[in-house]
């Protein structure tokens, strides 16, 4: 069932599509692509690439804009700097003009949609012409191929994940990343696990009480998500748009505090600019004594106890995201 969060998000989210340039609608016709996302896969150069790519906002060209993201596979395994972003247009023909960020005046891209299979162009860059040939097909899946366990001495569980991810571990934090060109163009975040301990926390009136990563508690049991400052007063005082309630639910052998981000969750194209407004961004805390294992992604859903019966149609970095936590065990 829809929260109530997701369902505000939306609804503002549609607020905002309907203040941004139709995405489709004024676009030439094109007998092989309506607009909606696009999915290319081929070279560019010597690297193996995913392309995406969409018409309408954010492009700023106007009724026949399209705009996208390249993602650079070798890259991407290597922990570097993998994806640019294009924008252009769509011209009669099936025929794209896009230009690459920060390219020299002139280069680009002049790119035709030959079949819902195919397609095929040219580059320009530096001077020098380079051929594109890209087959068109489904988003990356982030479930496919073999799947990994993370172990780690210092961490009291351990849980699975797909080996076609980029794991990054930093400190007490790890953050988890599938290469589905198409969700970050989209500007949605990492899922991250972070290993958190019991601290102390202050509220009004000398009131003591607990914190545990995003998650604090001053009395009988009642749990906030949000910062110090905005969470300190009494719980049935909470007014503040940077703090919200939260719940507790017994799930798998676990206590799990679960709760969304408060706040804005803005979504950013990788040097692309402002995308849209996200559905939002949950929190769960797997409490163990005074330890904990707090989960965040924008793919979870609003109670924990929704990952034993997933929806169907999920894309699948959600699937991914739901099996990753159900795969969460103790030491």
């Given at each position: 069932?829809?929260?109530?969060?997701?369902?505000?998000?939306?609804?503002?989210?549609?607020?905002?599509?309907?203040?941004?340039?139709?995405?489709?609608?004024?676009?030439?016709?094109?007998?092989?692509?309506?607009?909606?996302?696009?999915?290319?896969?081929?070279?560019?150069?010597?690297?193996?690439?995913?392309?995406?790519?969409?018409?309408g906002w954010p492009s700023q060209q106007g009724a026949d804009g399209v705009s996208g993201l390249v993602l650079d596979h070798r890259k991407w395994e290597r922990?570097?700097?993998?994806?640019?972003?294009?924008?252009?247009?769509?011209?009669?023909?099936?025929?794209?003009?896009?230009?690459?960020?920060?390219?020299?005046?002139?280069?680009?891209?002049?790119?035709?949609?030959?079949?819902?299979?195919?397609?095929?162009?040219?580059?320009?860059?530096?001077?020098?012409?380079?051929?594109?040939?890209?087959?068109?097909?489904?988003?990356?899946?982030?479930?496919?191929?073999?799947?990994?366990?993370?172990?780690?001495?210092?961490?009291?569980?351990?849980?699975?994940?797909?080996?076609s991810s980029r794991v990054t571990a930093a400190g007490s934090e790890v953050t988890i990343e599938c290469p589905d060109v198409s969700r970050l163009a989209s500007?949605?975040?990492?899922?991250?696990?972070?290993?958190?301990?019991?601290?102390?926390?202050?509220?009004?009136?000398?009131?003591?009480?607990?914190?545990?990563?995003?998650?604090?508690?001053?009395?009988?049991?009642?749990?906030?998500?949000?910062?110090?400052?905005?969470?300190?007063?009494?719980?049935?005082?909470?007014r503040s748009f940077r703090c919200e309630r939260a719940a507790a639910r017994d799930w798998r052998g676990f206590t799990v505090l679960q709760g969304p981000a408060?706040?804005?969750?803005?979504?950013?194209?990788?040097?692309?600019?402002?995308?849209?407004?996200?559905?939002?961004?949950?929190?769960?805390?797997?409490?163990?004594?005074?330890?904990?294992?707090?989960?965040?992604?924008?793919?979870?859903?609003?109670?924990?106890?929704?990952?034993?019966?997933?929806?169907?149609?999920?894309?699948?970095?959600?699937?991914?995201?739901?099996?990753?936590?159900?795969?969460?065990?103790?030491?």
């Amino acid at each position: 069932m829809m929260g109530r969060r997701h369902l505000r998000w939306l609804l503002l989210g549609a607020l905002l599509i309907s203040l941004c340039p139709s995405a489709a609608a004024a676009l030439p016709p094109c007998a092989y692509w309506d607009g909606d996302d696009l999915h290319l896969r081929g070279r560019v150069g010597t690297a193996a690439v995913s392309v995406y790519l969409d018409a309408g906002w954010p492009s700023q060209q106007g009724a026949d804009g399209v705009s996208g993201l390249v993602l650079d596979h070798r890259k991407w395994e290597r922990r570097q700097e993998a994806t640019w972003p294009l924008d252009g247009r769509l011209l009669t023909d099936c025929r794209l003009q896009l230009t690459e960020s920060g390219s020299a005046e002139g280069d680009g891209w002049t790119l035709r949609i030959l079949s819902p299979t195919r397609a095929q162009g040219t580059r320009l860059i530096g001077g020098r012409s380079e051929a594109l040939s890209f087959t068109i097909g489904r988003p990356f899946d982030c479930t496919a191929g073999r799947w990994r366990n993370f172990v780690h001495r210092n961490w009291p569980v351990t849980f699975d994940y797909p080996a076609s991810s980029r794991v990054t571990a930093a400190g007490s934090e790890v953050t988890i990343e599938c290469p589905d060109v198409s969700r970050l163009a989209s500007g949605s975040g990492a899922m991250t696990l972070e290993h958190v301990w019991r601290v102390d926390a202050e509220g009004v009136g000398g009131r003591t009480g607990t914190r545990l990563g995003p998650f604090v508690s001053f009395a009988n049991d009642t749990w906030l998500v949000g910062d110090d400052e905005d969470c300190r007063q009494r719980p049935e005082d909470i007014r503040s748009f940077r703090c919200e309630r939260a719940a507790a639910r017994d799930w798998r052998g676990f206590t799990v505090l679960q709760g969304p981000a408060p706040g804005e969750d803005r979504r950013y194209r990788p040097g692309g600019g402002y995308v849209g407004q996200g559905g939002g961004i949950t929190y769960y805390a797997f409490l163990l004594g005074d330890e904990a294992i707090v989960v965040a992604s924008d793919e979870l859903p609003d109670d924990v106890s929704a990952l034993d019966s997933p929806a169907r149609g999920e894309r699948s970095w959600a699937v991914a995201v739901a099996r990753i936590v159900s795969s969460l065990m103790r030491r």
